[in-house]
């Protein structure tokens, strides 16, 4: 049984940080490529980040220079460092890991960003 489940959202002032996490279970984890999506009100879910499982990294324009995805291996788990937040980074983030034809999502985490 798959699990993704996500951590760390919450609401913070423009121009502050937070770190997400994913941890996962059921899956190949060191063999998935792991991403993290957003999903504003009335807009289309979006990649925000993506790690292969050689580390090789992509952004969304939007958040490069601001956000980090990173990964652990050991701990099955997958990290967004998202800085210098901005009130239109407000979504809900979902994890989501690939593997093959195999695509799993967890349940999402809120981000509000506002003063």
């Known amino acids: 049984q798959v699990q993704l489940v996500e951590s760390g959202g919450g609401l913070v002032q423009p121009g502050g940080f937070l770190r997400l996490s994913c941890a996962a279970s059921g899956i190949i984890f060191s063999f998935s490529t792991m991403g993290w999506y957003r999903q504003a009100p009335g807009k289309q879910r979006e990649l925000v ?55 799993d999502w967890g349940q999402g985490t809120q981000v509000t960003v506002s003063s």
């Open 49 to 103: 980040a993506r790690i292969t499982s050689s580390g090789t990294t992509n952004y969304a324009d939007a958040v490069k220079g601001r956000f980090t995805i990173s990964r652990d291996n050991a701990k099955n788990t997958v990290y967004l460092q998202m800085n210098s937040l901005k009130p239109e980074d407000t979504a809900v983030y979902y994890c989501n890991a690939q593997f093959g034809i195999k695509d």
